[in-house]
């Protein structure tokens, strides 16, 4: 059967694979094989074990949409990172969101920064008074 993760960044994953274990905190585990019936679930914070031949991958996944409809399990998420092992793929979405945080603070920073100065602009320009 075939998977396809996709995240607002693009396509993660599109394989094929022998089985696929959903993990959510919310709606617990379970497992899709070949010939599954439809079913259509979500993740709220989890992940996909994949296992293709011999190899197993995991994807962490957060709030994610899971569709399976003959043999094509497809994954919409917020975010989704992985990795050879659960451990690597959550220290993988840790570390990339920890990034994303730091370049937000800075934009933010400069946000600000650059208000401030248009603030001041506006005043020395007297724009907006009567």
Do not use: C, W
């Not at 994610?64 to 220290?91: C, H, P, Y």
């Not at 934009?107 to 600000?112: G, Q, S, T, V, Y």
Request: aromatic fraction near 6%; hydrophobic fraction near 40%; avoid cysteine.
């Amino acid at each position: 059967m075939n998977i396809v993760i996709v995240t607002p960044d693009g396509e993660l994953y599109n394989e094929e694979v022998n089985s696929v274990i959903i993990s959510s905190a919310n709606n617990g585990d379970y497992e899709v094989l070949k010939d599954h019936l439809p079913i259509v679930s979500t993740i709220d914070t989890g992940y996909i074990k994949l296992t293709q031949g011999k190899m197993v991958f995991y994807v962490v996944v957060i709030n994610g949409v899971v569709e399976n409809i003959n043999n094509k399990l497809t994954v919409v998420s917020q975010d989704a990172f992985i990795g050879r092992s659960k451990e690597s793929a959550f220290k993988n979405l840790n570390d990339i969101r920890s990034a994303r945080n730091e370049e937000n603070k800075k934009r933010n920073i400069e946000l600000a920064k650059a208000e401030r100065e248009l603030r001041k602009q506006i005043k020395m320009t007297g724009a907006g008074q009567l």
